[in-house]
């Protein structure tokens, strides 16, 4: 019997190895399912960031045709506000020179006040010489009347 009880023994511990290694092969499996959902989320969640990645660079390349669109605009801006700044500059000159013309042909109206004032007084002293020459012939006018009254 005692062979009989090794056996049995024997058996018992067999079995209990056996299921020993049983329950490490499910746990190895469950840890082997756990893992392999976790790199099943993995591969997706790359083949989306991939996708992504795509999506990106071709926002980022529209992104610098459109920065570069702009970037010309703003030259051609700059450009139009310089060649308005020449534009206001030589506009500028031209009316500092017109002012300068309106200021020579008001001090030459100044100036003609001036010799107009001269030529009035001379016009006058000229009227008064008149108005004595008149006065003179009316006095020449009157005495001959009186001649031509005494000499009929």
Do not use: C, Y
């Amino acid at each position: 019997m005692s062979d009989v009880t090794e056996g049995i023994d024997v058996a018992n511990h067999t079995l209990a190895w056996m299921r020993r290694l049983d329950k490490r092969v499910d746990h190895m499996t469950d840890v082997l399912v756990r893992h392999e959902s976790r790199l099943e989320r993995i591969d997706r969640d790359l083949s989306e960031l991939r996708r992504d990645l795509g999506e990106l660079k071709v926002d980022f390349s529209s992104m610098e045709g459109r920065f570069l669109g702009l970037t010309n605009d703003v030259i051609a801006l700059r450009e139009s506000v310089d060649g308005l700044i020449a534009r206001m500059d030589t506009q500028e000159r031209m009316i500092t020179a017109v002012a300068r013309a309106v200021d020579d042909q008001s001090k030459r109206i100044d100036g003609l006040d001036e010799r107009m004032g001269a030529l009035d007084e001379r016009v006058g002293g000229l009227e008064k010489r008149m108005a004595s020459v008149e006065m003179g012939i009316d006095g020449l006018d009157r005495k001959l009347d009186m001649i031509l009254v005494k000499f009929p």
